[in-house]
T-cell receptor
Framework: EDQVTQSPEALRLQEGESSSLNCSYT??????LFWYRQDPGKGPEFLFT???AGEEKEKERLKATLTKKESFLHITAPKPEDSATYLC??????????FGKGTSLLVTP | DGGITQSPKYLFRKEGQNVTLSCEQN?????MYWYRQDPGQGLRLIYY???????QKGDIAEGYSVSREKKESFPLTVTSAQKNPTAFYLC????????????FGSGTQLSVL
């Protein structure tokens, strides 16, 4: 059975304090690993898709990396507007994404 | 603008009542999904549909029903058999290729009166 575990559950950073979020997974036949951002009361917003170990993608202050067992979302010099819940999901050979519980990030000025 | 529209934003259900959540997309996507989100929990799959007039149960389908009569529409009915319906419901779609990203709607918060 596929499993997606995100850590930490919650993270509080000061503005400018870089850190990383972790997504560990076990899946039979990974076809893609996805990162989403979700603001309170809204639907998830797509950030990145990673398809194979060693792949990296960047967008502004965010960088996602992938190994055979886990993915990291690195946040460099975060700003308060980066505060949100970050969701990780994996796609196997089936038809739906399997999501982790998310990491709630708070960036204070 | 292309996207997914969910309505209503907030919905209240009385005891023994069935309620229907609307989901419409104009992205010309073949596949549509319904997820349920509870506080502190991941998204859990309720139902999904790969093509019109066909749908499959997800991990937590009991107490829910769906239809897919049109490509653009995938309504979810929360029946009286669902004893704990209070949650945030998210509709999503994608092109049909299973390694593509999901596009999400803005969600419906369902509460029990």
């Amino acid at each position: 059975e596929d499993q997606v575990t995100q850590s930490p559950e919650a993270l509080r950073l000061q503005e400018g304090e870089s850190s990383s979020l972790n997504c560990s997974y076990t899946v039979s036949g990974l076809r893609g690993l996805f990162w989403y951002r979700q603001d309170p009361g809204k639907g998830p917003e797509f950030l990145f898709t990673l398809y194979s170990a060693g792949e990296e993608k960047e967008k502004e202050r965010l960088k996602a990396t992938l190994t055979k067992k886990e993915s990291f979302l690195h946040i460099t010099a975060p700003k308060p507007e980066d505060s949100a819940t970050y969701l990780c999901a994996v796609q196997n050979s089936g038809y739906a994404l399997n999501f982790g519980k998310g990491t709630s990030l708070l960036v204070t000025p | 603008d292309g996207g997914i529209t969910q309505s209503p934003k907030y919905l209240f259900r009385k005891e023994g009542q069935n309620v229907t959540l609307s989901c419409e997309q104009n992205l010309n996507h073949d596949a549509m999904y319904w997820y349920r989100q509870d506080p502190g929990q991941g998204l859990r799959l309720i139902y999904y549909s790969q093509i019109v007039n066909d749908f499959q149960k997800g991990d937590i389908a009991e107490g829910y029903s769906v239809s897919r009569e049109k490509k653009e529409s995938f309504p979810l009915t929360v029946t009286s058999a669902q004893k704990n319906p209070t949650a945030f419901y998210l509709c999503a779609s994608r092109s049909g290729r299973t390694n593509e990203k999901l596009f999400f709607g803005s969600g419906t918060q369902l509460s029990v009166l």
